[in-house]
C-alpha cells in the first residue's frame, strides 16, 4: 500500500513540475498563482497544499533536486586535468538536463529564476577553479574573465540547446561542448605565449 501511495505522490508532484515549467515559459515565478497551476495541470488545489506551501517551496523543491543532481555529477567525475573526466562530467550534466528538459529550460529562460543560474554557475567554478589554476598557475590574475567567459558560453550552449535540440542527444551536445571548452581552455593558456612571439 505504501509504494502505491508513494507512485501516487511522485506522480502527483511530476504533474505539478511539468506545469510549473510549462506557466514559466510565459510568466514570471511572481506571477503563478496556485489555482493557475491546479487549473493546468488538472488537479485539486487540496492536493497541492498537502505537498507544498505555496508556489516558491514548489520550485525551491525542483530547484534543489536539480542541483543534487548537479552535485552527485561533480562527485562521480570530479575535474581532473590529468585525465579526461571532464568529457564524462559534461556528459553526465547533459543527461541530468534531458531527463529534466522542460523544467531545466524554464530555469534557464527568460522567466527563469536567475538565483538558480548564479547559484549553478558558483558551483561549477568551486569545483574547477583549483584543478584550471593548477594547470595555468601564472594566470590566476585573469582566471576571473576566463570563468565569465567559459560560464556564459556553456549556459548560452545549454540555453539553445534545451529550447531547440530535442532531436540531438546528450553525448552530441556533450561532445560539441567539449570541444568548446577544451579550444577556450588551449586559447586561454596559449594567449600570452602567442603574444610574445609576435
Known sequence: MQK?????????????????????????IREITVKELVDTVDINRSTFYLHYSDIPGLLAEVENEMMEEMQRAIREHPIDPGKDTVYYFIQDLFHVLDENRQIASALVGPHGDIGFVHKLEQLLEEKSRESLAALVPEKTGEMKYFYSYCLNGCLGFVKTWLETGEKETP????????????????AFYDTKEGREDN
Request: charged content about 35%; glycine content about 2%; hydrophobic content about 35%.
Open 4 to 28: 502505491k501511495t508513494d507512485r501516487r505522490v511522485r506522480k502527483t508532484k511530476s504533474q505539478l513540475k511539468t506545469g510549473l515549467a510549462q506557466l514559466m515559459r510565459e510568466k514570471s
Open 171 to 186: 553525448e552530441y551536445a556533450a561532445e560539441m561542448a567539449y570541444r568548446m571548452v577544451v579550444s577556450s581552455v588551449t
